[in-house]
Structure formats: structure tokens, C-alpha cells
Nanobody, 118 residues
């Protein structure tokens, strides 16, 4: 069964850092585009960062550019999101997505909660 599972969320103070991980199984991870999203209470889910299959290219949403870094380890079937300089507005549930656009395939995780609070 194909799935992605996020971990690494938690409570952090403003200005702090967290690293999220997303482990994939049941599909050929290296052939999938991986991305991170988040959804804050009362808001729509938003795309944060995307990384290509071979890590050659990345894309970031403006609000996280320079603070968040997406990376992947195809040998470990894992994608990461390093989050620095966190602020209260970063509080949300963070989701991992694996996609194979030409086949219309998407795998979403259950999400991991990130709470930024003093």
C-alpha cells in the first residue's frame, strides 16, 4: 500500500527551528515530485515548497522563502522540510505530498502539527 507519513512536528517558540520528515513507501519515491503544504485553522491548504525528482530544482512560496528548505534523500525514501525563524503565523498542520503529474497520481500524508507559541 502506497503511503507517505510525516513526523517531526511539535511545539516551538518563536524564532525556533524544526525539521519535518516524510517517509514514503509502496511506490518508486525517486520518480515522484515531492512537496510540502500546510493548513492553518480556518484557512485553505497552501503549497510551501516543491522539490524535483533528482533534487535539481526547488520552488518556495514567498512567505517561507529564505526560512524553509526542502530536501530529499532518495536512498531513504524521505523528504525533509527544515524550518527556521519560525513565527506564530507558521502554526498549522503540515502535509507531505508525492505526485506523479503525468499519471495524475497523488499521495498525501495525514499531517503533522506544528505550533509556534511562547
Amino acid at each position: 500500500q502506497a503511503q507517505v507519513v510525516e513526523s517531526g512536528g511539535g511545539l516551538v517558540q518563536p524564532g525556533g527551528s524544526l525539521r519535518l520528515s516524510c517517509v514514503a513507501s509502496g511506490f518508486d519515491f525517486s520518480t515522484y515530485v515531492m512537496s510540502w503544504y500546510r493548513q492553518a485553522p480556518g484557512k485553505e491548504r497552501e503549497l510551501l515548497a516543491v522539490i524535483s525528482r533528482g533534487s535539481r530544482s526547488t520552488h518556495y512560496e514567498d512567505s517561507v522563502k529564505g526560512r524553509f528548505t526542502i530536501s530529499r534523500d532518495n536512498a531513504k525514501n524521505t523528504v525533509y522540510l527544515q524550518m527556521n525563524s519560525l513565527n506564530i503565523e507558521d502554526t498549522a498542520v503540515y502535509y507531505c505530498r508525492g505526485s506523479y503529474p503525468s499519471q495524475g497520481i497523488d499521495y498525501w500524508g495525514q499531517g503533522t502539527q506544528v505550533t509556534v507559541s511562547s
